[in-house]
Every structure is written in C-alpha cells, then in structure tokens.
DNA sequence: GCATATTTGTCCGTATGTATA
DNA sequence: CTATACATACGGACAAATATG
C-alpha cells in the first residue's frame, strides 16, 4: 500500500503525504472499498498505509471539508451518509449551475469535446457492462456543462456536489437503472448545445435533472 | 491570548481547539490584525495560543479550505492576496448566485427581515463612521439576498465567497468610497423584493454588481 | 449502573527535507 | 556554497471521551 503512495510521490514531484493519502483514501470512498456510513478507525489506516497519525488526521479534515467524511467529535470519522434532504439540496445546486450554464449560449463551446469524450466513454462502460464506469461518465459530462459558467469556483463546487453524489450509487441497490437511461438524453443535450440552441438545452437538461433527482430519491427511501 | 480560547471553550462545550482557534484566526484575518500576503508563521502562533503544532496546522488546513489562506509546499502559509482574475470570479458567481435567488420570487419571504436588518446596521454604521462595519452589514445583506435559494450549500459557497470579498477591504485604501454608495442601492433591492417583485429585484440587484465590480477592481490596480 | 478496554484529542521531541539570505 | 530558518513527517505519551462487557 505505501508502495503506492511512494511511487506517486516520485511522479509528482511536488505533493505532500498528506495530499497523495487523501487522494488515496478519496479513491477507495468513490470506488466503494469504504461504504457511506463505515467508520474509518485511525489506527487501522495508519497501519495500512504506513503514515503517521498526524498526517492521517490532517487527510480526515481535508475529505471531510469535501463533505465525503463526517467527524463526530471523540467518536471519530464516518464515511458520509446522504440524507434525502442532502440529495434534493444536491439538485437544487445542479439546477442552479447547470441550466444558468448553457443559458446563455451562443456558437460551440470549447466544452463541447468534453462533453463528446464524457459520452463516448459512457458507451464504451456500457458495452462492457461496467454500470459504476457509466456512472462516472455521466458525471464527467455534467461536470463539462457546469463548466460552461466559466468560473474556477463554480468548478469546484460542481466537483465537489458530484463526489458527494457518487456517494449515493454505492447505497442504491441498481446502479444500472440509475445510469442507462441518461446516455442517449445526454446526446441530446450535446447536440442542442453544439447547434448553439441554449434554451433548447436548457430545457433538456431540466427535464433530465427532474427525472434524475425523482428516480434517485425514489430508489433511497427504499433503501 | 489562551485565556481567550478558554472562555470560548467553558460556553461552547463542544468545540474542539482546533475549531476554536481556526475561529479565532479567522476573525483576525477578518479584521486585518493579518494582512493579505502575511505569512503566519507556525512557531510564532503556536506561542502566542500556546496549542500544539498539529492544532494549528489542523487549522490552517480549514481556514485554508475556506481561501482565507494559502499554502505553499515547504514555505508555509500566508493571508490570502486575491488577484484581480479572483475578484472577476467572485463577482460571476454572485450574479449567479444572487440574480437567480431573486429572479423566482413570489409573495415576501422569510429572508426580508434578515435584510432589512441588515440595512439597519448599515445606517448605524454610516453613522458612526465604521467603514469596516459598513462593508459587513453590506455583506450581511446580500447573504440573505443569497439565502432566498434556500440551499445550505448555496449558502456555505456564498458564505465562503463573501469572506474572501473581505480581504479586499483590507488592500484597498479608501473603504469608504466602496461601501457607502451601495447603501441606497440595497434599500432600494429590499423594496422590491418586499412587493415580491422579482424581475425589478434581478434588474437593480444585476446594476449594483457590475458597478461594485466595476469600482473595485479600479481600486485594486491602482492598489 | 459500574468497571474496563478501546479510541480519539492533544501535545511534545526529534529527524529530515526544503527554501532562501 | 554554507548557514539558517522553517515546514514536513514521524512516533511516543498521556488525558479525555466513548464503547463494551
């Protein structure tokens, strides 16, 4: 395990301990290794990664800041659990970002490769049948339609609204039926966004949101 | 100094030094005890709060977080400098943020006697002549403005927005020439959200944030 | 309810690496 | 190039809170 961490570090020459092991630990919380709701005992980490307390702590307080952990006090840290009040907050914020984002389009933005790679890659998951690689590729091309505002901070907000959201998938039981439906209405969308037509996205991208949030809300409460 | 700590920590039980000197801290960056491009230097800190180097650190990394700070690899922490780019973000996600919570508005809201307090302290500030308290009731105002979203997350990214808007208070030399023209201009805002009317609001509040863009990033080259 | 074991919260000493005068 | 100041990282210690039997 520390192997791991030591050959990143060669690679990037310039980032802490601290960086690389909560990078670690932000992968294993989004793959599912940690699942929403496990407590993550400091001793047990540091062993496995060979780092001192002190700079586990310090990644605890980075990943939580990101609201993927939550610290109670002298009980430790938890993998985040959403609440539906967290993923109708979530969609509020999508609601908010995205569809200001393509608003007020004119001509094809740079994005739009982004967004033409973000599905292409959702194909490719699909053909292989890799539900959470879909999942991913539907957040990477949310990700470049947020990034249509143009604004650093918007950015990382947006980054920051779709890790919590992946927290969700490792709770519902399909992950299959939360993903597949989107491909085809994300290639609308590009397509409405390519023309230049920003209300005629923007009203996709509504609807597709909507949808979206009902399914998943749905799926959680009988979870 | 510790003595401070104490106190805070007898009336709120259950805070952890770490939260409570990162408070702490925050509100001397605030008040510009710390000036934008200071460094704060671990040892010196440490003393002067007498809390360990961890503590600190653990703070840093929050206040850091909430781009009050900076980091920079092996040299340190220093206040936060914001560049002219920042400002321009800063003023994209508010219009964002604050055009949008006003555009949907229908009947008077929970969220008009947080503003119509806010105008208040303004006027007292005006006053007393407290430039510094003027810029806060201003920032106090269009929180709430902000808050009408009823998002907790729109509101901890304005939260955090606003907080970095105040280190600029800090660069520029003439506070009073910043704060004191918006006063009318958010009793005017206030007005027509109260008669719920919504595209008024959008349109006033929209001017006021291109002028107040406008004025300060004039101020921060000549600065 | 009580006593014990476990885990976190805090602090310290030290060794190493990095930036800069 | 050297010296100095500082940050980074580690491991140990003890107190305080919590979990467990």
């Known amino acids: 395990m520390d192997a791991e961490l030591d ?3 060669r690679l990037i020459d310039r980032a802490s301990t601290v960086e690389l092991l909560a990078a670690a630990l932000r992968e ?9 709701g496990e407590r993550l005992v400091e ?7 060979k780092v001192s307390r002190n700079s586990l702590r310090e990644a605890f307080r980075l990943l939580t800041h990101e609201r993927l952990l939550v610290h109670e006090l002298n009980r430790g840290v938890f993998v985040r659990k959403l609440t539906v009040a967290d993923v109708v907050d979530v969609y509020r914020v999508r609601k ?12 094809r933005p740079r994005q739009a490769d982004d967004m033409a790679e973000a599905v292409a890659a959702g194909d490719r998951a699909k053909e292989d049948g890799d539900w959470l690689a879909l999942g991913t590729a539907n957040m990477m091309f949310h990700q470049a339609v947020a990034s249509l505002a143009e604004s650093p901070r ?5 980054r920051n609204v779709f890790a919590e959201l992946r927290l969700v998938f490792h709770t519902v039981a399909d992950p299959r039926r939360l993903h597949e439906p989107y491909l085809d209405r994300n ?3 590009l397509a409405a966004i390519e023309a230049g037509d920003g209300p005629g996205a923007e009203r996709l991208l509504l609807k597709y949101l909507e949808d979206s ?3 998943i809300v749905e799926a959680y409460r009988s979870a």
């Open 7 to 9: 050959a990143d570090r």
């Open 28 to 36: 294993r919380i989004i793959k599912g290794v940690y699942l929403p």
């Open 43 to 49: 001793e047990t980490i540091v062993k496995s990664f």
């Open 96 to 107: 908010l970002v995205e569809c200001n984002a393509v608003r007020s389009l004119a001509g």
């Open 154 to 158: 918007v950015d990382e907000l947006m």
């Open 187 to 189: 290639k609308e969308i």
């Open 213 to 215: 949030e009902h399914r």
